[in-house]
């Protein structure tokens, strides 16, 4: 399984972006996928997560409203829109895969077996 974590850059405040992870692989659609970031000096914290269904999503509370994950399983592609962002959100974002797994794991690091190679987000104030 490879994940391919696209879509980082510069924007000012305010701004939006949208992160893309394409997957290989053809069980996608049998995947949970989840969103971390890891800014400088930190520690890889969650983000989003959505089920293999499409039914269930789960936010960091630092972006709900803001951020909003998807997925297209017949493109095996997770999206992650990012709006209203803030220097906060600066930081590398890495996309995570994992067969099947408790709603209740699914923003820990350590539910996920696969991850991309991150794509880097700065947020300029």
């Known amino acids: 399984v490879q994940l391919q974590a696209s879509g980082g850059g510069l924007v000012q405040t305010g701004g939006s972006l949208r992160l893309s992870c394409a997957a290989s692989?053809?069980?996608?659609?049998?995947?949970?996928m989840g969103w971390f970031r890891q800014a400088s000096g930190k520690e890889r914290e969650f983000v989003a997560a959505m089920r293999y269904s499409g039914g269930t999503r789960v936010y960091a509370d630092s972006v709900k409203g803001r951020f909003t994950i998807s997925r297209d399983n017949t493109k095996n592609i997770v999206y992650l829109d990012m709006n209203s962002l803030k220097p906060d959100d600066t930081a590398v974002y890495y996309c995570?895969?994992?067969?099947?797994?408790?709603?209740?794991?699914?923003?820990?690091?350590?539910?996920?077996?696969?991850w991309g190679q991150g794509t880097l987000v700065t947020v300029s104030s």
């Open positions: 995570a895969a994992t067969p099947r797994t408790a709603y209740s794991t699914l923003a820990l690091l350590s539910s996920y077996d696969y």
């Open positions: 692989g053809r069980t996608f659609r049998d995947w949970d």
